[in-house]
C-alpha cells in the first residue's frame, strides 16, 4: 500500500528562525513528489515539485530535497515569517499504468511565533 | 481564470437530508477529485473521475455519490447526511497523472 509518513505532526519556531520538515515515502512507481502548504481555511497550494532526477529545489526562503534511494523528502524553510504559519502537506504521484490517485500524507502543522 | 472554485462555502444539514456540492474548473483538466479533510486525519479520497461520464471510487465512498456530465464539473451528493459526513471537502483538478493538482477553497459542511 502507497503511503506518506511525514514528521513532526506540528511545529512552533520563532519568527526568523528556520526549520525543516520530514517525509518519507514508499509509493511505487514514483513519478513525482510535491510539497503544498495550506493555510487555515483554505485548500492546499503548491509550493514546489520534485522529480525523480532532481535532489534540491529552491523556491524563495523554501528549498525541497529529495533522496530517491532513501525514499525521502525534506523542505527547509529559511528566515521564517508569521505568514509561514500553515500546514505543509507531501504528495506523491505515482507513474503506474491506471495510477490516477495521489497519495497525501498528514501534514505538518507550522506555527511561527513573534 | 477562476481555477477551481466549490459551491457553497459553507452549508449545515440536519440528518438524512440531502445535498449537492458542486465543482467546477476552468483549467480543461481531465482528472478531478474529491476529498474530504478531517482533523489529524489528512485528506482521504472519496471518489474520482479521469474523464468526462467516468466516475470511480477512492478511499472513502460510502454514503456519497458522484456525477460528472461535463468536462468542466464533477458533483458530489450526500443521499441521506449523517453526523460522521461532517467535514471539510475539497475539490481538486489536474491535467494528467504527473502534474499539479489545483485545490478548490473548501466546503465546510456540518450535520447535525
Known amino acids: 500500500k502507497n503511503q506518506v509518513e511525514q514528521s513532526p505532526q506540528s511545529l512552533i519556531i520563532l519568527e526568523g528562525k528556520n526549520c525543516t520538515l520530514q517525509?518519507?515515502?514508499?509509493?511505487?512507481?514514483?513519478?513525482?513528489l510535491r510539497w503544498y502548504k495550506q493555510d487555515t481555511g483554505r485548500g492546499p497550494v503548491s509550493l514546489t515539485i520534485m522529480t525523480f532526477s532532481e535532489n534540491t529545489k529552491s523556491n524563495g526562503r523554501y528549498t525541497a530535497t529529495l533522496d530517491a534511494d532513501t525514499k525521502q523528502s525534506s523542505l527547509h524553510i529559511t528566515a521564517s515569517q508569521l505568514s509561514d504559519s500553515a500546514s505543509y502537506i507531501c504528495v506523491v504521484s505515482s507513474s503506474g499504468a491506471g495510477s490516477y490517485q495521489l497519495t497525501f500524507g498528514k501534514g505538518t502543522k507550522l506555527s511561527v511565533i513573534p | 481564470n477562476a481555477g477551481v472554485t466549490q459551491t457553497p462555502k459553507f452549508r449545515v444539514l440536519k440528518t438524512g437530508q440531502s445535498m449537492t456540492l458542486l465543482c467546477a474548473q476552468d483549467m480543461n483538466h481531465e482528472y478531478m477529485y474529491w476529498y474530504r479533510q478531517d482533523p489529524g486525519m489528512g485528506l482521504r479520497l472519496i471518489h474520482y473521475s479521469v474523464g468526462e461520464g467516468t466516475t470511480a471510487k477512492g478511499e472513502v465512498p460510502d454514503g456519497y455519490n458522484v456525477s460528472r456530465l461535463k468536462k468542466q464539473n464533477f458533483l458530489l451528493g450526500l443521499e441521506s447526511a449523517a453526523p460522521s459526513q461532517t467535514s471539510v471537502y475539497f475539490c481538486a483538478s489536474r491535467e494528467d497523472q504527473s502534474t499539479e493538482a489545483f485545490f478548490g477553497q473548501g466546503t465546510r459542511l456540518t450535520v447535525v
Open positions: 517525509c518519507n515515502y514508499t509509493v511505487s512507481p514514483f513519478s513525482n
